[in-house]
């Protein structure tokens, strides 16, 4: 496809990896202990979590797709590779259709489960979330370092 069009694929490949990971990161390492800190109680602390991620499932998709056709693109756009390079990528698109299926069940099951929770059930909720951030966190980080991995083959 020409040099051009692999530079596009993979500088967008990579500002959505990054946009990704460092928004969910710093979200369970800043945002989430210093808002729980900074508002006190547990129900105002829920609803300025349930606002900030008001929003935000469509734009992920968004973020996913583009990693997505990126890869592809840059798969397309490869020259031959060996079996090393083929079993890294092949593990890169599982591990995005991992995160992509945990994301839709966090977004589609369990933050209703969330908004619904009563007072009591809601620390509980609220751990199992965290839990699930940060495996999927580690999906994303364990894709760009794959990713990197496959450069330095390629």
């Avoid at 698109?93 to 619904?116: E, G, H, N, Q």
């Amino acid at each position: 496809m020409g040099p051009v069009v692999g530079f596009l694929a993979l500088s967008a490949h990579l500002l959505a990896a990054a946009g990704w990971f460092g928004a969910m990161a710093y979200s369970l390492a800043v945002v989430q202990p210093r808002s729980e800190r900074f508002l006190g109680d547990e129900r105002s602390s829920e609803a300025f979590a349930v606002e900030l991620a008001a929003g935000a499932r469509y734009p992920v998709l968004a973020v996913i797709a583009v990693l997505a056709l990126s890869g592809a693109v840059l798969i397309v756009d490869a020259d031959a590779q060996g079996t090393a390079w083929w079993a890294l990528v092949a593990l890169k698109a599982a591990l995005l259709v991992a995160a992509t299926a945990l994301f839709a069940v966090i977004s589609w099951r369990l933050w209703p489960r969330r908004l619904f929770a009563p007072a009591a059930g809601l620390p509980a909720v609220r751990a199992g979330f965290r839990r699930i951030a940060v495996v999927l966190t580690a999906l994303v980080a364990a894709e760009i370092v794959l990713g990197a991995a496959a450069a330095t083959l390629a």
